[in-house]
């Protein structure tokens, strides 16, 4: 396929005016003495180019996603309809909260949801993100153990953590102390009491965790923590296992970050966009960022005088947009929000049951959302690796699931098929799984190769991440 500078013929798509500019008001270093170099094609040669780069990408419409750890699954498009609404998204961030009460609404509303789902007494929607949520809520219990005149340096994390829990508990100055697993996949009690001293001022957990297996202690570790006055901190990223079965507030967390562009079904990829709400326990709903969003039984309004709030982590307030989809998400789920969860592990645990004899399966547990195969078997015998084993379901009109994460599964295929999915998609990829694993024996070569059938074919990832080529030189 053709660049757009090589497709350029000369014809403009639109002419702005016929007449010419005068343009000596300006100061002659100011102006161009060469041409912009713009490729000019016609407005429909440049609508068919940009149609079909699209078609080269590939998205959920498209094909099955098995993306593990990101939930990568089907998101209503009344969602993109509600969110585009005139005014919802010609609201200036600087109106009165008078003339906004319909926002705000919206989203005291969301928080209220929220609240209910996690169990959690407070909630703010400003962080951006998932990890600006996980880094919210360090701040938070940072600030805690400030007014409580203490200093705590140490973050306990567990060795299959997502990398960005080290990342942010870091950024907030903290010292971090890894956890291992034991051969159930989960947190080591024995090896978290060895870690404990009045120096620790939270563990980081994602439950259920990284290899799609719910912490079976976590009461435990809950009562061990508590114990020596410090706190724990759940990262919210597979919270689509557990809606309406159990909460965070429950298993005896104190901070909760969620990832709505996760859980509640709103766009993700590409960067953006997304948002990451944090919902505390009573103890801390003070040290909240401000403005939260309040109601007084009459009217709806931002309030800000929150006694040890750690200040705004985010210009106005969050990704409105994805607040808006993601409360029409709950509104029309329901109480069905549980259904989702249901449909989540059992569609996980039938690919699991139906793959663990082709692969490895390091941890053979009953998993949750999500789990994770092993490609040592492949490569051992065959010498087919994972990214081999990735590269080639790409052949097959699947998108390849996390590889190499988490990092205490060596060769580590991590799946999630999400609730969305139907049986017969889960069908499918099961067979395509079991075609690879059978030419990894009968013709290893075709899948060392692979992808053959995609625009663009092996490239060195490594170079392309340190040093990407954005530019086009015409020759």
Known sequence: MKTIFEKSNGIDGITFTDEKEDLSFLKENLLRKTPVGLPQVSELEAMRHYKELSDKNFCIEKGFYPLGSCTM???PKVNELLAGLENFCNLHPYSDDSDCQGALELMYKLQEALKKVTGMEAVTLQPAAGAHGELTGMMIVKKYFEVKGETRKKVIIPDSAHGTNPASAHLCGFE???????????????ALKELIDSDVAAIMMTN?????????????????????????????????????????????????????????????????????????????KEFLPVPVIAFDGKK????????????????????????????AYILMMGKNLKEASENAVLNANYLKEK????????????????????????????????????????????????????LIVHEAIMIEPTESETKTVLDDFVSVMLKIAAEAKTNPEKLISAPHTTPVKRLDETLAARKPDLKFISQ
């Open 300 to 327: 709806y309004f931002r309030k800000s005088n929150l006694k040890h709030s750690i200040g705004s982590v985010k210009g106005f307030f969050g990704n409105f947009g994805v607040l808006v989809r993601a409360y």
């Open 176 to 190: 971090i102390v890894p956890v291992k697993s034991n051969d159930k996949g989960q947190v080591d009690i024995e």
């Open 208 to 284: 259920p965790n990284t290899l799609g297996i719910f912490e079976e202690n976590v009461l435990e570790i809950s009562k061990i923590m508590h114990d020596n006055g410090s706190l724990l901190y759940y990262d919210g990223a597979n919270f689509n296992a557990i809606m309406g079965y159990t909460n965070p507030k429950l298993m005896g967390f104190d901070v909760v970050h969620l990832n709505l562009h996760k859980t509640f079904s709103t766009p993700h990829g590409g960067g953006g966009p997304g948002a990451g709400p944090v919902c505390v326990a009573e103890h801390l």
């Open 73 to 75: 699954k089907y998101n």
């Open 355 to 406: 793959l663990k004899s082709a692969y490895l399966l390091p941890f053979d547990e009953p998993c949750m959302h999500e789990f994770v195969l092993s490609g040592e078997k492949q490569k051992h015998e065959n010498g087919v690796s994972t990214l081999n084993i990735a590269k080639a379901l790409m052949d097959e009109n699947t998108h390849p699931p996390t590889v190499y994460f988490p």
